[in-house]
């Protein structure tokens, strides 16, 4: 009798073992798969583009994602990107003019952050939003910006 539940015990961490491997298999190659889909720039051809004033970036709180600070009027927008290699690029330069199509990444149907119980996920990665003067309490994307890159038409 002990043979058989020893049996059994080493089957249960089998199977415990199948199904954490095969979880965070799928959940690395899903995360690469949405970045690309949502940065498409075709998908940002019908949004106006405005002009925003570099301010900082912050590239050192997050393991996946960069936050680039921009200025429009006295707003301040928060640009997320993944953290990318990139060998040649026109880097982003601080009080430079951009012009740039940005997408919320704030569900349509929330109107109000006052009631938020979660924190937006981007890039498989919980970013905390900030508050402050000016600060508009959401998080952007754009396909003109790879990193800290500037990516022209």
């Given at each position: 009798?002990?043979?058989?539940?020893?049996?059994?015990?080493?089957?249960?961490?089998?199977?415990?073992f199948?199904?954490?491997?095969f979880?965070?298999?799928?959940?690395?190659?899903?995360?690469?798969?949405?970045?690309?889909?949502?940065?498409?720039?075709?998908?940002?051809?019908?949004?106006?583009?405005?002009?925003?004033?570099?301010?900082?970036?912050?590239?050192?709180?997050?393991?996946?994602?960069?936050?680039?600070?921009?200025?429009?009027?006295?707003?301040?927008?928060?640009?997320?990107?993944?953290?990318?290699?990139?060998?040649?690029?026109?880097?982003?330069?601080?009080?430079?003019?951009?012009?740039?199509?940005?997408?919320?990444?704030?569900?349509?149907?929330?109107?109000?952050?006052?009631?938020?119980?979660?924190?937006?996920?981007?890039n498989?990665?919980?970013v905390?939003?900030?508050?402050?003067?000016?600060?508009?309490?959401?998080?952007?994307?754009?396909?003109?910006?790879?990193?800290?890159?500037?990516?022209?038409?």
């Amino acid at each position: 009798m002990e043979k058989n539940q020893k049996q059994s015990g080493q089957s249960k961490s089998l199977c415990i073992f199948i199904l954490l491997t095969f979880l965070s298999i799928y959940s690395c190659s899903n995360r690469n798969n949405k970045y690309e889909i949502i940065t498409s720039k075709e998908s940002f051809s019908t949004l106006k583009k405005h002009s925003f004033i570099f301010q900082k970036s912050d590239t050192t709180t997050y393991k996946y994602n960069n936050l680039l600070y921009f200025k429009k009027n006295d707003s301040i927008y928060i640009i997320v990107t993944e953290k990318l290699n990139q060998v040649k690029c026109n880097n982003l330069m601080e009080n430079h003019i951009y012009e740039l199509r940005l997408k919320s990444l704030r569900p349509k149907n929330m109107y109000n952050y006052h009631y938020i119980t979660s924190y937006p996920v981007y890039n498989g990665e919980i970013v905390n939003l900030e508050k402050g003067t000016g600060i508009i309490w959401d998080l952007y994307i754009t396909p003109y910006i790879r990193n800290l890159c500037y990516m022209k038409d």
